[in-house]
Structures are given as structure tokens and as C-alpha cells.
């Protein structure tokens, strides 16, 4: 029976040695400098760019003022993440995720905007959004990318509008000096009447 006793009183005092060990770690670890811990940066996030590049094929048209690039005239950015680049490096910069997308101004877009006065013909801008961003990401290029094709239209309906009023106030200033020739006319035929 002794060897019980002694046996659990054993077990008893390894038992509050190895608390109080323990116990004494923790004290000491408490004293040392804390160490902040920070997460690893989500690949995708880092590589999801906001840059969009604006592809402009445009040849432009001759005119008698020389030649004229409707693409270029008429292109304005709605924001600061938007630049010029080639059509190779805006497919390269899809690719590395440099770019999150692109737009392309075709070759005939000047051709297609003069050819108002003739038989109106569309240009079709075609834009591609980087498929491996997160949804979120695709959405707000999305946006962006219309935001700049709406401004290209918008400065296009505008130019056209001016065009028609020039033409107009033109025409109103011809009418005048048709008005006034006619009245000299008629005074003089009135002079040789009387």
C-alpha cells in the first residue's frame, strides 16, 4: 500500500512541477518583444491593375485641310488610369496583368466619321477586360471602359451638332447678302422706272 501512496503522491508533485514550469515560460514569454505578424499580400490583389490602354488605329481621312485623325481629336480620358499603347503591348499587358484592359479605336474611325455626308457608316470599338481579376476588379475596368466610349461619342455628337449650327449661321449669313443684293437691285429698277 506504501508504494501507492508513493506513487500517487509522485504523480501529484510531477504534476505541479511540470504547472509550475509552465507557468514560469508563460511569465517569461509575456517579457519578451512582441513580434507582429503581418498576412502574405493576396497574389491576385497585387496584380489586379486599374490601367486601361487606349489602342488608336485610327489612319485618319484627308481632307483639304490637311489630314485629320478623329480618333485622336476627339479622345478624351475620364480618368488618370488610362494611357496610349500599342496593340501589341496592350495584349502583352493583359497577358503579365500590367493592363486590366483595353480599348481599340479602329483604322477607319476618321473615315467613318466623315462619311456622315455620305452613307453614314459605324465604327465598333472593341474593348477586352482581363478575365482572371476578381469580379469586382471587372466590373469597376467595365465601367471605366464605357465611361471613356461614352465620351468618345458624347465629343463626337457634339462635333456634329457644331458642324450642322456652322453651317446654318453660314447659310443665315449668306441669306442676308442675297437680301441685300436684292434690295439695290430693286431700288435700281426703281431709279430706271421713274
Same mark, same amino acid.
Given at each position: 500500500m506504501n508504494y501507492k501512496k508513493i506513487a500517487i503522491l509522485l504523480t501529484f508533485m $510531477?504534476?505541479? !512541477?511540470?504547472?509550475?514550469?509552465?507557468?514560469i515560460y508563460a511569465e517569461r514569454h509575456d517579457k519578451l518583444p512582441k513580434?507582429?505578424?503581418? !498576412?502574405?499580400?493576396d497574389e491576385r490583389e497585387r496584380k489586379e491593375s486599374e490601367k486601361i490602354a487606349v489602342v488608336n488605329l485610327d489612319e485618319g481621312v484627308a481632307t483639304?485641310?490637311?489630314?485629320?485623325?478623329?480618333g485622336e481629336r476627339l479622345s478624351k480620358f475620364p480618368c488618370m488610369d488610362f494611357e496610349y499603347a500599342s496593340l501589341e503591348a496592350a495584349r502583352n499587358g493583359l497577358e503579365t496583368g500590367s493592363y486590366g484592359a483595353y480599348?481599340?479605336?479602329? !483604322? !477607319?474611325?476618321?473615315?467613318n466619321v466623315e462619311s456622315i455626308n455620305t452613307t453614314p457608316q459605324i465604327?465598333? $470599338?472593341?474593348?477586352?477586360i482581363n478575365s482572371s481579376y476578381s469580379g469586382k476588379k471587372q466590373y469597376e475596368? $467595365?465601367?471605366?471602359?464605357?465611361?471613356?466610349?461614352?465620351? $468618345?461619342?458624347?465629343h463626337l455628337s457634339?462635333?456634329?451638332v457644331d458642324n450642322i449650327l456652322r453651317e446654318f449661321h453660314e447659310a443665315q449669313d449668306g441669306a442676308v447678302r442675297v437680301m441685300e443684293n436684292d434690295l439695290r437691285d430693286m431700288e435700281a429698277i426703281e431709279k430706271i422706272q421713274a
Open positions: $510531477l504534476g505541479a !512541477a511540470a504547472l509550475c514550469k509552465a507557468g513580434q507582429r505578424v503581418y !498576412a502574405a499580400p483639304r485641310q490637311g489630314q485629320i485623325y478623329y480599348v481599340i479605336i479602329p !483604322a !477607319a474611325f476618321s473615315q465604327s465598333q $470599338l472593341e474593348y477586352r475596368l $467595365l465601367y471605366n471602359v464605357r465611361s471613356y466610349i461614352d465620351s $468618345l461619342d458624347n457634339y462635333m456634329y
